[in-house]
């Protein structure tokens, strides 16, 4: 899908930044071109080469070894956290996913994969971006200590980053704050996104179980039919955002999947949908939930069934720490990147768990998903022709430094880097 034509709220830096990390932003970007070389080459391997969600160990091996910064430690079962800067005192943590998707590739690029797995949501270059700045942070050093969490699972339950916060990885290794970036076609091309508090929606699915009387088509007098019943609250849950969340703010409610019967003259015992749920706000959730399970209780009792609602809560609301998010927006519109403070979305990512134990920064880069169709929309994301380009993996590098510099600002003193 193509890039909206919407004009770009535009971030400004909120103040001036300590000289010491000048000198370290000065010092890091000119590294971190000297680094990018390689990383393109690692991006073309990882994405001709993808695994998908639980089998990452063979991507993981592969970042381990482009950072060579020794094998790290293992987490979440076939992820990685490695530390680049040692220090005392809190660290820095910046995050990339590990796991492909299950599509097989359509985009005949030379480096494409030839399986049925595929890197369409842009983690081959999230991981490129990040060893480049890793590696130059290795070599010039860092304002403040610095881990890497390599993360798997993201595409796909259980989740990576639930796992990695359930082994008390944030905890042990000191992390004031995680940071991750990630390719967005839905904002305009080289633009960075760092909007402070809520950025993604939180996921909920749910499967509601409608139970009547079946029996013979003709005679629908001697049923209670779930099929109407489960019609029935189909429409109604329609309402619900509409009155039971502040316009400003919304929600959405989906119901994407019924089944129902097997045989055009037998009405069913039982009929069924699916769905999902995302809100911005957790009392809205909470909200939502319940209105959903009350709903279709009681549409069902009006047409002589019983309802079921079972539900199950992915994700928690990803909110972006302010401070960090205003702070990477000032790196990066002082390095000349166009940076919007406003964009939102109702997509979900796991990333969501670790801000709520630490503070927390999603920045998105707008990007071109690859050339556009008979139909004129460009790839975008889990599309088997979703490619960006290779200036991506810079782009996520300057991205990720800027979270880096802004963490190491919210940790207090910086010294200047060393002479030389």
Known sequence: MSAPETTVPVAVPHREPPAALTAWSERLTAALAEELPAALELRHALHADPRLSGDEQDTADAVVAALGLGEGRVVAGTGRLVRVVEGPGRSVALRAELDGLEVAERTGAPWAATGAAMHACGHDTHLAGLVALARAV??????????????????????????????????????????????????????????????NASSDEFTITVTGHGGHGGYPHTTA?????????????????????????????????????????????TARARGGLRAMREEDRLEL??????????????????????????????????????????????????????????????????????????LFLGVEGGPAGADGRRPGLHSPRFLPGDEVVGQVATALLAGYLAGAELLGEVAPPPAG
Request: some cysteine; charged content about 15%.
């Open 138 to 199: 290795s070599r010039v050093g860092g304002p403040a200590p610095l881990v890497l969490l390599l993360q798997p699972r993201e595409e796909r339950a259980p989740s990576g980053a639930a796992d990695v916060v359930a082994e008390g990885v944030l905890t042990e290794e000191g992390v004031d704050s995680v940071v991750s970036a990630h390719v967005q076609p839905q904002l305009p091309a080289g633009v960075v996104n760092a909007t402070p508090g809520p950025v």
């Open 225 to 269: 039919d779930p099929v109407l019943a489960l019609a029935a609250i189909v429409l109604a849950l329609q309402q619900l955002v509409s009155r039971r969340v502040d316009p400003t703010v919304s929600a959405v409610l989906a119901v994407t999947q019924l089944d129902a019967g097997s045989s055009f003259n037998v009405v069913p015992d």
């Open 289 to 362: 939930v319940q209105a959903l399970t009350d709903v279709a209780a009681h549409t069902a009792a009006a047409y002589g069934c019983t309802a079921q609602v079972d539900s199950e809560h992915n994700m928690p609301v990803l909110a972006n720490d302010p401070d960090l998010a205003r702070g990477a927006a000032g790196w990066l519109v002082r390095g000349g990147t166009t940076v919007d403070d406003a964009w939102r979305s109702f997509g979900s990512d796991d990333f969501s768990h670790f801000c709520a134990g630490a503070r927390g920064l999603m």
